[in-house]
């Protein structure tokens, strides 16, 4: 079996060629990163300073309300009668709350970002609005609430819609004040983003006491969440 199955290499040899793969990897990752956001007008700089935020921010969730629902539980009594037991069924409803959290890295500082680029290029807010409206529907038709964990989605489907969404809006609508690739990359993310958010998140609130889920944390993979995930990977397919 040896003469079979052995490593080539010395396990030093070994361990530095994992090491060489993962800088190498994180090195083109940052390179990555910092080219698709200087697509809407960041600098390095900026692009770093905001990688590390997000990095940093995916650790913490600010509570923001407490979910409270009656949940119908069956139980079983056991009764025992002339050395019978006979069982009983019980319906009971159970008291479940629900701590409802935002997560820094993965939510708040997208919507940040979004927030800034609107403001900042007022003119691409009606190409921006129509795509977030359209992300948002798409995603909240294809929003399936699973029990004990939360709201899942389709991972590559809100920042499809958003690049897609982005690039025939763009090429429909010739705004004046607005240059086209200036608009499609702003339209993108922030439908990627916003619309995520929307679709996902806001329009299930309703759904989420009810899933028995001790702790929904809005964007709670942080830099790895389908919010911050769906605007940057829209960029990238721009």
């Known amino acids: 079996m040896r003469r079979m199955f052995y490593i080539p290499f010395s396990l030093k040899f070994l361990v530095l060629l994992i090491i060489i793969l993962m800088f190498g990897f994180g090195t083109l990752f940052l390179g990555v990163f910092i080219s698709t956001f200087m697509k809407i007008g960041f600098s390095a700089e900026d692009a770093l300073l905001i990688l590390l935020l997000s990095l940093l921010g995916s650790g913490v969730n600010v509570p923001v309300a407490t979910l409270k629902s009656d ?42 970002i979004s927030a800034y680029l609107l403001i900042k290029f007022p003119s691409s807010l009606l190409l921006a609005g129509t795509g977030i409206a359209i992300v948002a529907a798409v995603t909240y038709s294809v929003a399936k609430p699973i029990r004990g964990v939360g709201i899942a989605t389709p991972a590559l489907l809100p920042p499809l819609t958003a690049a897609f969404a982005a690039f025939i809006l763009t090429s429909i609508f010739q705004m004046p004040e607005c240059l086209a690739d200036q608009c499609r990359f702003i339209t993108a993310y922030t439908g990627g983003v916003l619309g995520t958010l929307i679709g996902a998140d806001l329009l299930n609130l309703g759904k989420i006491k009810n899933l028995g889920a001790p702790v929904a944390s809005i964007g709670g993979a942080g830099t790895f969440d389908g919010i911050f995930l769906s605007g940057f990977i829209a960029l990238l397919l721009i």
């Open 71 to 112: 949940v119908p539980v069956v139980r079983e009594n056991y009764v025992r009668g002339f050395g019978v037991t006979y069982r009983i069924p019980v319906r009971k409803f159970v008291r479940n709350e629900t701590l409802l959290a935002v997560n820094v890295g993965g939510a708040v500082i997208p919507v940040l």
